[in-house]
C-alpha cells in the first residue's frame, strides 16, 4: 500500500498542516515535496534554530500513519544533536515508535525537532542539554555494570527466613 495514494485525506491534511506551520513561523523554510527510491514521501525544509540553518528531511515510512515519519538531516553527515541516531541519522523527537499513535501529524514531527534543535543551540556560541522521551529504570541504567551471583547458602537462609 502507498498510504499517500490510497488515502487521500490523510495526504491532503499532512500537506496542509505543514504549508500551515510554514506561513505561521519565521524558523520554518519549505523547500519542496518528493519520492525517493523506496517510493516514500518526502518533504524537504530548513530549519533555522540558535542563528543556524539545519538543512532537514522529513520522511514518512511506506506505512505511515501507523508508524512515525523520520526527520533527519539532508545532504550532510553531521552530527547535530545528543538526540540523534549517528552522525547524518535521524532525529531522536518527542513521538517515535515507543509513544507513537496515528493522530500525528509531520507537522508535530517538525515542531518537535525545532525545539530541539533550538534547545541545543539557543545561540552560535551555546550548547545546552535536551530532555530524553526515553524514562530509564534504575535496573537498565545499571545492566552491565555489575552483576550478582546468589550462592547456594543464600537461598538455604532466604527459605527459613520465609518459613518462620
Known amino acids: 500500500m502507498i498510504w499517500y495514494i490510497e488515502d487521500y485525506r490523510r495526504n491532503r491534511l499532512e500537506r496542509e498542516k505543514l504549508e500551515a506551520l510554514a506561513a505561521s513561523v519565521d524558523w520554518l ?17 530548513d530549519i533555522v534554530a540558535g542563528g543556524q540553518t539545519f538543512p532537514v528531511s522529513l520522511r514518512y515510512p511506506n506505512h505511515f500513519p501507523y508508524s512515525p515519519p523520520v526527520v533527519l538531516p539532508r545532504g550532510t553527515t553531521e552530527l547535530w544533536s545528543m538526540h540523534q541516531y549517528g552522525p547524518g541519522g535521524e532525529l ?3 513521538f517515535g515508535p515507543d509513544n507513537w499513535n496515528t493522530a500525528i501529524t509531520g507537522s508535530e514531527m517538525m515542531q518537535s525537532a525545532y525545539r530541539l534543535l533550538h534547545g541545543e543551540r539557543p545561540s552560535p556560541d551555546e550548547r545546552a542539554m535536551v530532555a530524553s522521551r526515553h524514562e530509564t529504570t534504575v535496573g537498565r541504567q545499571s545492566r552491565g555494570c555489575c552483576r550478582v551471583v546468589p550462592q547456594s547458602g543464600l537461598a ?7 518459613r518462620s
Do not use: F, K, T, Y
Not at 29 to 45: E, G, K, M, T
Open 29 to 45: 523554510i519549505p523547500v519542496r515535496w518528493r519520492i525517493d527510491d523506496s517510493v516514500r514521501l518526502i518533504w524537504d525544509a
Open 92 to 94: 531522536c523527537l518527542e
Open 156 to 162: 538455604a537462609a532466604d527459605q527459613l527466613h520465609h
